[in-house]
């Protein structure tokens, strides 16, 4: 009979753990390939299906019965113009929110259903927030069928996750450097600004990206403030009439014609290009202050 000792039965199950990482770290590994092989053929036939249609042009034509006359100089403008509006008042507002319930406001139940409640509101479907703008925004204030209005909505839509990815990043910048700070006689504002919010500036736009590429391709919500599709001008101000480029492609994609199909994936080559480079300035600013802090 063979007994084992103490340390033989540690080496086995180290062994046996060193097995099982192997298995999952080669699991993980083809799932990621797998994910990357179905983006690259998602985005290989986008590029091979649009490229025709993809020139000076596309950008300078307006929607056309015709594919060949069909572009989406409106849509380009009227995306560009929701998302100037969109931006700063998720951001100013999910910010300002997280910073008054991680900084001021008390540890009560009150509160605590109050962070709750926000981070469910993250996970509810986008047609709800939809119809949350016609009732207020549209109807209520009389923005109509504006840049404002849909601005507006989509702000609401991603301000949960934008709270709650700036509340982590509060969260995260160690209580010592605020003590630190309030040690050379700052106040809580100036630690705030200074110490706390440079340091979470990271965090936070990392949650502000995701939140805006979120909301840059959101079709449910225009649709149910009655954004209309088909737009020959330009928006002049904020309270004029526009068109997206979500709305824009999915107009063209529910189309029979094969050509309009073509015309939809030079849409979408549109949107992704708006859409890298919104991403590349957040990742640029994250990256400065990350080196810095």
């Excluded at 092989?37 to 034509?61: A, C, E, K, P, S």
């Excluded at 996970?123 to 840049?147: A, H, Q, W």
């Excluded at 991603?158 to 040690?183: D, K, T």
């Amino acid at each position: 009979m063979v007994k084992y000792t103490d340390e033989t039965i540690v080496m086995k199950r180290i062994q046996t753990r060193l097995k099982w990482n192997k298995v999952w770290k080669r699991i993980f590994f083809l799932a990621t390939m797998f994910a990357l092989f179905i983006l690259v053929v998602l985005v290989g036939r986008i590029v091979f299906q649009g490229i025709g249609y993809f020139d000076w042009d596309f950008f300078n034509q307006y929607a056309s019965r015709f594919p060949e006359k069909a572009g989406v100089k409106a849509a380009f403008i009227g995306s560009i113009l929701l998302m100037l509006v969109v931006a700063p008042t998720s951001i100013i507002l999910g910010v300002a929110t997280a910073i008054y319930l991680e900084e001021y406001a008390k540890k009560n139940k009150l509160n605590d259903l109050i962070r709750t409640n926000i981070s469910n509101l993250a996970g509810v479907p986008s047609i709800v927030f939809g119809l949350l703008g016609l009732t207020i925004f549209v109807r209520m204030f009389g923005l109509g069928k504006s840049v404002l209005a849909a601005g507006l909505t989509m702000s609401l839509l991603i301000l949960p996750i934008i709270i709650v990815a700036a509340q982590e990043a509060i969260r995260a910048v160690p209580n010592e450097q605020r003590e630190a700070s309030y040690a050379m006689g700052a106040t809580k504002w100036q630690t705030i600004s200074r110490v706390v919010l440079p340091a979470a500036i990271p965090g936070i736009l990392t949650g502000s990206i995701l939140a805006l590429s979120r909301a840059i391709g959101e079709t449910a919500p225009l649709v149910v403030i009655g954004i209309p599709v088909i737009v020959h001008f330009l928006p002049d101000s904020l309270l004029s009439e526009f068109t997206a480029l979500p709305l824009q492609i999915y107009d063209w994609a529910k189309r029979p014609q094969e050509e309009f199909q073509h015309v939809a994936a030079a849409g979408i080559i549109v949107l992704m290009m708006v859409l890298i480079l919104m991403n590349s300035i957040a990742v640029y600013i994250r990256n400065k202050f990350q080196k810095r802090y």
